[in-house]
């Protein structure tokens, strides 16, 4: 499996063209008012055997932590995790940053 992953500015995780669909799946809206996005990841399921990560560089220390959290993301879809694990994507992606971030 490929795993991209792209530093990008915030204004390209910010912009509503790209990621509506994201935020009203997410948050219920179609923009980002009050909300940050700092990382995304898609599995990419029209090119096989290929994901992405975007994040943009906030700083070191919650670059890593945004990073833990996207890769927790791509474990749970390539690893198959949701057989052994009673969350969902998001909760065990927020569980494994807050793990990282504690053990590092």
């Given at each position: 499996y490929n795993l991209n992953i792209y530093i990008v500015t915030k204004y390209v995780l910010q912009d509503e063209e790209r990621f509506r669909s994201f935020y009203l799946s997410r948050f219920g809206v179609s923009t980002l008012v009050g909300h940050t996005l700092y990382g995304y990841y898609d599995s990419t399921p029209e090119i096989k055997n290929n994901s992405t990560i975007l994040i943009t560089d906030i700083g070191s220390h919650i670059n890593e932590e945004v990073l833990a959290h996207e890769l927790a993301h791509y474990w749970w879809d390539?690893?198959?995790?949701?057989?052994?694990?009673?969350?969902?994507?998001?909760?065990?992606?927020?569980?494994?940053?807050?793990?990282?971030m504690r053990e590092k």
């Amino acid at each position: 499996y490929n795993l991209n992953i792209y530093i990008v500015t915030k204004y390209v995780l910010q912009d509503e063209e790209r990621f509506r669909s994201f935020y009203l799946s997410r948050f219920g809206v179609s923009t980002l008012v009050g909300h940050t996005l700092y990382g995304y990841y898609d599995s990419t399921p029209e090119i096989k055997n290929n994901s992405t990560i975007l994040i943009t560089d906030i700083g070191s220390h919650i670059n890593e932590e945004v990073l833990a959290h996207e890769l927790a993301h791509y474990w749970w879809d390539r690893l198959c995790v949701r057989p052994h694990v009673s969350d969902d994507p998001e909760a065990f992606a927020r569980d494994f940053q807050k793990y990282y971030m504690r053990e590092k």
